[in-house]
């Protein structure tokens, strides 16, 4: 797929207004965790890393948003651009919605949690049962002997985002690639999901009774699919994001805000 014929699909509107978070609206959400406590199962997107310093997509100073030009780091760039590569090897801190999620966890209300995010923050929060849709920027991937190991040991003795020379391996029955690029294991734009993964996506919802979602506008289908299947089986949706997402028709209850203004801190429902 070339670059320059991308188009940026999705580019929801934002509204006027936002929800006013008053007492009864925190109660709202409350009353949702504990309707479903322990079957809770949490959807977000890159909305609740804009408090971590990474900028979302399609929010009201997301990167579709602001750059109109923006294309889409796609598969095949990361292949063959070193540039490209170089794009994503960013640090970030969890903020107060990753720990309010890990929270939630502990303290048995959520059943699981789906992140389309790639930046690790979940887990770096202390959630447990996390999976991430999209993949991972925590690990690396050889291109031409399939390798897969923490970008952190990576680093640590590889010029990131390089071909690899002499250092990439199997395990010690085989000999050195030699010619291999690494790159995060991530889903780029003209990659596919694996069907393990969409499977246990699948398995999570099926296994929930309420769909918690926050900070997406659910413009990929991946995760768009997923709060279609929860309405198809007749379970309530709660979506909380500032500004339309693909699954307002599919929800329950939509509260115009972002999730640090609902999400309750220190596990207190």
């Given at each position: 797929?070339?670059?320059?014929k991308?188009?940026i ?5 934002l509204p006027?207004t ?10 709202a959400?409350?009353q ?16 609740v890393?804009v408090l971590s310093?990474?900028?979302d ?6 990167t579709?948003?602001v ?7 796609l598969?095949n760039?990361?292949?063959?651009q070193h ?8 640090r970030?801190?969890?903020n107060?919605i990753h720990?309010?999620f ?9 059943s ?8 690790g ?5 202390g959630?447990?049962n996390?999976?991430?849709l999209?993949?991972?920027l925590?690990s690396v991937?050889?291109?031409?002997c399939?390798e ?33 690029h690494?790159m995060p294991t ?11 993964v ?16 926050c900070g997406?506008?659910?413009?990929t289908?991946s995760?768009?699919r ?16 500032f500004?339309?997402t693909?699954g307002?028709?599919d929800?329950?209850t ?5 999730a640090?203004d609902?999400?309750?801190q220190?596990?207190?429902?």
């Open positions: 797929m070339n670059a320059g991308v188009k699909q999705g580019l929801y509107g006027k936002r929800t006013v978070i008053t007492p009864e609206t925190i109660a959400v409350a949702f965790f504990r309707r479903h406590r322990g079957r809770v199962l949490g959807l977000t997107g890159a909305g890393s310093g990474i900028p997509y399609r929010g009201s100073k997301g579709y948003r750059h109109g030009e923006y294309l889409p780091i598969h760039d990361l292949v063959t540039a490209s590569r170089q794009r994503y090897w960013a970030a801190a969890p107060l720990h309010a890990a929270t939630l966890e502990s303290q048995k209300y959520l699981g949690l789906i992140t389309q995010n790639v930046d923050l979940h887990k770096q929060a959630s447990q996390v999976l991430e999209h993949g991972t925590k991937k050889c291109l031409s399939g897969v190991e923490s970008r952190d040991n990576q680093t640590k003795s590889r010029s990131v985002g390089r071909t690899v020379m002499s250092t990439c391996r199997r395990d010690l029955t085989y000999e050195d690639c030699g010619t291999g690494w991530v889903v780029f734009f003209g990659g596919n999901v694996a069907d393990s969409r499977n246990q996506s699948y398995q999570m919802v099926d296994d929930a009774t309420g769909l918690f979602v997406t506008s659910l413009a289908f995760a768009y997923l709060v279609r299947r929860a309405k198809e089986q007749g379970k309530e949706v709660m979506v909380v994001n500004g339309e693909r307002d028709p929800a329950t939509k509260i115009e805000a972002t640090e609902v999400l309750p220190g596990g207190h429902i």
